[in-house]
Each structure stands twice: as structure tokens, then as C-alpha cells.
């Protein structure tokens, strides 16, 4: 069997990626030899990680690599997240080792980092559809974390370094969907590009209890369009359900203190297993989101379970359900989404929804069509 070497640096608050990486490996598990390198983002030496970050090399990452190396001989070595504690010098370490790369990547983040100026990242007026990033706040610096120019100048160090990485490099490089796919193809003529979703380690066969609400999960943030769906919920014809609001982040106090009607609950961070239950007992899923998004792990977890799902037409999400679907409305038209809204009133139609979702998504995600893409690209 291959041996595959698994790297990623995982996130200070598990969130998406985590999981995806997670339910891969099960996935990888089962048909190659798997080793992992996991990295925290812990700070021991403040003064070590500062050079590092000048740097963009962590001499103790690369030691860890190239000792895991050394010892395991892998055929290839699969890399995710590598931000921060990982580094780039891990990339400087693999060209002296006659193994095969790849790289997934899950976001835009790249797209947003690669430049200490504005202009390139967002044209004027514009607000960046991959970030959410406001251009109309800074005339020249690219504040990436608008609550710090020392993280911002640090990450976009980081990112025009990623992203030469990801023009040059030699590997091979998944993204999950087309929309990213021809996205990526145009900014860096890399041909190397190859669609690979992420797999869902999700049982779709248990009977579900079906209550009277509807969920939102994933992070309170402006550029999720929170406030605009609780709007449109409020102002629905949808008396008899209530809106469930899973997660966290920087607008939650100020959505708590705005809304508090009793169809509206805030339920906080909640872990994956309870997530699934609440999500899999509901009437439908819903986002507002103003970004791109990359794979939505929200709904297609509720597609599994046969439930239906309110999202906007951006980026690659609609490749992820059937042709013509009835439930998506148009980014940013919030009288298209108070009209699919008040298409939940019809039950019989959300179950043909839901089961037309379930039939589509678990063809897509399915596993054996998932291994038949990542071994073609790696051993192709």
C-alpha cells in the first residue's frame, strides 16, 4: 500500500477545516498507509516565533518533518492548513525529498493575503467577495485582520510567500470546487489544479424527529449575512418556526441584543455531534452568506440527512445540488429570500427537496468517487 504523510496545522477553535481533515483521513485510512504531523498554534517563545514569522521558516517544524521523513518514507506527503505554527519552510524541506506533493486548499485566503496593498486585493468601492473585506476602510494597507496592522502586515508576509508557492511550486493542488478551480486556473496559469471535495463521515439512514425551527450554523460575522436572514425570517409567514443560530463571533452580542424574540435563539458554540442532531431535526438549513464560501459543510451535512436548504447563487455552492434548484435565491436580493423562506410552509415539497439533495450530494461525496479523483491525481 501507498504511504501518504499527512500535514495540518490546526485551528486555536476547531472549526470546518478541522473536521474536514478529519473525516478524510478516515476516509484515506481505509485504502493507503497514514501518518500524520499535526501543528498547534501555541506560542511558547515569543521571540522565536517573531523570527519565524519574518522568516516564514520554523526550524522546529522543519526538523519534525524532516525526522517523520526520514523515519516513515512516505510516497506522498498531503498537506492542509499551514498557518502558522507549520510554516513555509516545510515547502523548502520537501524540494530536497523525491516525494509527491499536494496541497488542499479550503478557502480564499491566499486570494486576500498576497499583497501589503488595497488596491491589490479589492477594486475601489468594492467590498471583497472571497474576505468580506471593506475597501472603502483604508486607502492603501491591506488590513486583513481589521482589528491588528502588526497581524496584517504578518499574515500578508505570509501570503505573497503562499501564494509564489502556488504558482511555482511543484505539486499537485486540490480545491473543492469548479468556481475555485477556473478561479485559481486564471490568477496563476497553474494547470495543477484538480476539484476534490471533501468527504462527510455522516450515518443518513437514522430516522429523524422532525421539529418546528430552521438553523443557521457557521460564524457570527457581518459578511455571513446574519442580520439580513434573522430580518427576512422575521418578516416571513413562518409563525410556527423558530430560527436556530449556531456558533460564535464578533457580531453575537450585538445580533443577542437586537433580537430578542423568542423565534430567535442564539445557541452558541455547539459540538459536531450535537450540531448534527439539531440540523437533522429541522424543517430546513439556511445562510445568507455575502462571501464566495468554499465547500458549504452546513449544507451538505443537512443534504445527507435529506434536509433542505435556503442559500444564496455565489460561488460554488450550487454545485453541490441539482440543476434548477428551487430553494437558492439571488446574493444580496432579500425580498428573493424572504419568497424561498415562505416555500417552507409546504411539506410535502421539502421532503421531495430533501430526498432529490440526499441522492445528489451522496453521489457527488461518495467515497469511491472521492478515491477514484485523488488516486488518478496522485498516481497519474
Known sequence: MKKILLIHNRYQNIGGEDIAVNNELKMLNNHYVVETIYFDNNVMNPIFQILSFLRN???????????????????????????????????????????????????????????????????????????????????????????????????????????KLLKNFDMEIFVLTNFHKNFLEKLTNNKNIHLFPNYLDINSNEAAEKKNYIVYSGRISKEKGLEELIDSFLNSELSNLSLKILGNGPLLNYLKNKYPQSNVEFLGEVDNTQSLEIIKNSTAVVTATKLYEGQPTLLCEASLMSVPSIFPKTGGIEEFFPKNYELSFEQFNYDD?????????????????????????????????????????IHG
Open 57 to 163: 521558516r520554523n526550524t522546529e517544524s522543519e526538523k519534525i518533518l524532516r525526522n517523520k521523513i526520514d523515519s516513515f518514507n512516505p510516497d506522498i506527503v498531503y498537506i492542509h492548513n499551514t498557518w502558522f505554527k507549520a510554516s513555509l519552510g516545510i515547502f523548502k524541506v520537501l524540494k530536497n525529498y523525491n516525494v509527491k506533493v499536494a496541497l488542499k486548499l479550503h478557502n480564499f485566503r491566499y486570494f486576500c493575503t498576497k499583497s501589503f496593498l488595497i488596491k491589490r486585493h479589492i477594486s475601489p468601492n468594492n467590498v471583497c467577495s472571497a474576505c468580506g473585506l471593506d475597501r472603502n476602510k483604508y486607502k492603501f494597507f491591506n488590513k486583513y485582520f481589521e482589528d491588528s496592522y502588526i497581524k496584517s502586515i504578518i499574515v500578508n508576509h505570509y501570503g505573497k510567500s503562499y501564494f
Open 337 to 377: 429570500l424572504l419568497k424561498k423562506l415562505n416555500l417552507l410552509k409546504d411539506q410535502q415539497f421539502l421532503k421531495t427537496i430533501g430526498e432529490k439533495n440526499n441522492k445528489f450530494v451522496s453521489n457527488v461525496l461518495s467515497k469511491e468517487n472521492l478515491l477514484n479523483t485523488f488516486e488518478e491525481v
